[in-house]
């Protein structure tokens, strides 16, 4: 990678929900489409929370901080509708799910900076005093998630958070913001073959319509990682040039490129996704160059 993809950066576009109690594990097991019944204490997890469509209302990346309480980081835009919701379906479970940003200090963590050695993503592991969650890499740099006590900071050179934004969209792995909330299910975002989909669990909200999206063929869309030379946002429709009435896609993340230009994450249909000519915004805007996946899908293996 020729960007300094190295070092520490504040990421105060995340939030964390606090569930705490005896069945905390359980309420979680039962909402998230990941296995939260399951979760060992070197373990994290990404999950993806839906509504009874399967389509996402939030995205996590939790872990347990002690044997009563899980941590769920998500993006703090979508925090208290998500909070709100969830806790709609606490009734007796012996669970309380509260707002913890303020008593959790967040950084991504990358090159240099990460532990060594890098582990497997979702591998969970104490460094400068909080927890920290090995993620999937950017370009083959390792990149990890710390989480620790509020007004504590893990050790490493200082990085511009824009600098992990890109990284976060390099990862290929989105992170559900506001603008596309209720656009995707999960594995529109590919979130089935990056950990983040457990088939073998129960029951949860939508879990019909993820399981059947999964078995039965019928995945039309996935995500991909692109560039382009303008600028792209969340929510921004991306079109196909032989059909500029119909959107193909939707950018789901983006950032500014260092080298220049704008990378993003974007949901397209597989069709479009192959016939190319891709384009933001609308059938003549901005070029979309796909780049190659960084993991290989679940159908592929």
Known sequence: MSHPFHGVAPLPHLGVIRAQGEEAAKFLHGQLTQDF????????????????????????????????????VCSRDLLPGALKRLSMFVLRSKAKLSDASADVALYGLAGDAVPSPASAPWTLGQHSGGHVVHLYPADGSPRALWAGPAGTVPEGAAMDPALWQWGEVRSGIATLTTPVVEAFVPQMLNYESVGGVNFKKGCYPGQEVVARSQFRGTLKRRAFVAHADAELATGQEVFQAADPEQPAGVVAEAARAPGGGWDAIVSLQLTAAEAGDLHAGTAGGPALKLLPLPYPLLADI
């Open 37 to 72: 019944a399951l979760l060992g204490p070197h373990e994290a997890r990404l999950a993806a929370f839906c509504n009874a469509k399967g389509r996402m209302l939030a995205s996590f990346v939790a872990f347990q901080r002690s044997p009563d309480e899980i941590l769920l």
